[in-house]
């Protein structure tokens, strides 16, 4: 059974730091692309940040330069780093995970986890 457990959210001040975390289990973890969405009251949820099997990572618009996506395989967990957040970035905040196998794509969401940041 694939889990994704997020942690670290919470109250944070505009301006301080945050560091999430998501652990995986149940499966093999470092062949997958890991990513971090969110979703505010009332909009879609969007993407924050990937970071793939490689390495390489992808953010959002909204967040570069004030967040860092990076990976632990010998953890099997991924972080997300938010350093100045603003107001705007509160939002329950999702991990994602993407398998591409033979088969096709299977995606596995975490539970979430709210980043309230005050101003």
């Known amino acids: 059974q694939v889990q994704l457990v997020e942690s670290g959210g919470g109250l944070v001040q505009a301006g301080g730091s945050l560091r999430l975390s998501c652990a995986a289990s149940?499966?093999?973890?470092?062949?997958?692309?890991m990513g971090w969405y969110r979703q505010a009251p009332g909009k879609q949820r969007e993407l924050v940040a990937t970071?793939?099997?490689?390495?390489?990572?992808r953010y959002a618009d909204s967040v570069k330069g004030r967040c860092t996506i990076s990976r632990d395989n010998a953890k099997n967990t991924v972080y997300l780093q938010m350093n100045s957040p603003k107001p705007e970035d509160t939002a329950v905040y999702y991990c994602?995970?993407?398998?591409?196998?033979?088969?096709?794509?299977?995606?596995?969401w975490g539970q979430g986890t709210q980043v309230t940041v005050s101003s």
């Open positions: 149940g499966i093999v973890f470092d062949i997958l692309t």
């Open positions: 970071i793939n099997s490689r390495g390489s990572t």
């Open positions: 994602n995970a993407v398998r591409i196998g033979t088969t096709g794509m299977t995606e596995y």
